[in-house]
């Protein structure tokens, strides 16, 4: 039997307050929306949430704050079985927090204030790596630093780690810094900002994809919501068709997508099983309330999987 995967988040961890509604307020509104939840997030913990769940061992290096929330975030990683040894809480600041609206139809909005979050440093990094060095994958997001994910992007290189760099959310970035990565994942929005050139249709996504390549990025996988997952390489692209499920709640979906797939990756699955895999992971988030909550363990996965015939290839 292969060996159990062991993968670093190197990320945020917020506390998501996410409100459902048909209708958003103009200034000096104020409406009533339908439902409201408070759970775990941030895509750093949700993608390390995902990757645990998915059958991986996974280490977590984040920072929380010393508020209402800090200690139960670090006992949330602990519940699910995620190596705390790294996060550390902050005195003086607020943990991360992400006010989320939700329309009928699952799409969301988020505003995200960093707190404990923008202080996860290089140095802290460096702490950690003894422990950081035995993994086989380290997963970075923007939620902190870019001096923090440029350094770790060198760390990864240096101890021959696969490293796989989501650019999310969209921030202004030195692609240079982080072009050492073996898999770079934007959404299309994220690509649009990182290249500068639209990404509405498929043969877009794929322009967009070559750009990245040629600033220097050996693997571009772009996300495309509903309509699945370009993988581009020297090669060529190739499209991975969506699952198709009825979504009622897309937050978190392409961090499902991002800790999936560095499980089925360092499984060994080909590049391409382990993306449409992922598709179906994503999808089926997205079908429940909330980020973490919402990610299925891999036994569900697999039997959802089977049901529906597998994932398109
Ligand atoms: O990707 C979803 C996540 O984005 C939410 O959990 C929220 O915390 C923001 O970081």
Do not use: W
Not at 100 to 122: M, T
Not at 184 to 199: D, H, K, R, S
Not at 247 to 270: M, Y
Request: charged content about 20%.
């Amino acid at each position: 039997m292969a060996s159990i995967p062991r993968i670093a988040v190197v990320g945020s961890a917020n506390i998501d307050l996410t409100t459902f509604s048909s209708v958003f307020p103009r200034p000096g509104e104020t409406l009533f929306g339908q439902r409201f939840d408070l759970g775990f997030g941030g895509k750093g913990a949700n993608q390390a949430v995902a990757a645990r769940l998915c059958g991986a061992e996974v280490l977590m290096l984040a920072k929380v704050g010393d508020d209402l929330f800090g200690d139960a975030t670090i006992r949330n990683f602990a519940s699910f079985g995620i190596d705390t040894t790294h996060v550390q809480m902050v005195k003086g600041v607020s943990s991360g927090a992400a006010t989320i609206l939700v329309e009928p139809s699952g799409q969301n909005r988020i505003i995200v204030v960093k707190g404990a979050n923008d202080l996860l440093n290089p140095a802290d990094v460096d702490a950690a790596a003894a422990l950081l060095g035995t993994v086989d994958t380290i997963i970075l997001q923007f939620e902190i630093p870019l001096q923090t994910i440029y350094h770790t992007v060198r760390f990864a290189r240096d101890h021959k780690i696969r490293c796989i760099v989501n650019p999310a959310p969209a921030l202004p970035a030195d692609l240079a810094s982080l072009a050492a990565a073996d898999y770079f994942i934007p959404n299309e929005t994220e690509a649009e900002l990182l290249v500068g050139q639209p990404v509405h249709t498929l043969e877009q996504a794929g322009a967009c994809a070559t750009a990245l390549l040629e600033k220097g990025f050996r693997r571009v996988v772009i996300t495309l919501g509903a309509r699945g997952s370009l993988i581009a390489g020297p090669e060529g692209s190739v499209h991975v068709p969506a699952f198709t499920v009825t979504a009622v709640d897309t937050t978190g979906a392409g961090d499902a997508f991002i800790g999936s797939l560095a499980v089925f990756l360092a499984e060994g699955l080909s590049e391409r099983e382990s993306v449409a895999n992922a598709n179906v992971y994503a999808a089926l988030s997205t079908t429940r309330v909330g980020t973490q909550k919402s990610f299925p363990k891999r036994a569900d996965f697999e039997a959802q999987r089977a049901r529906h015939g597998g994932p398109a290839r």
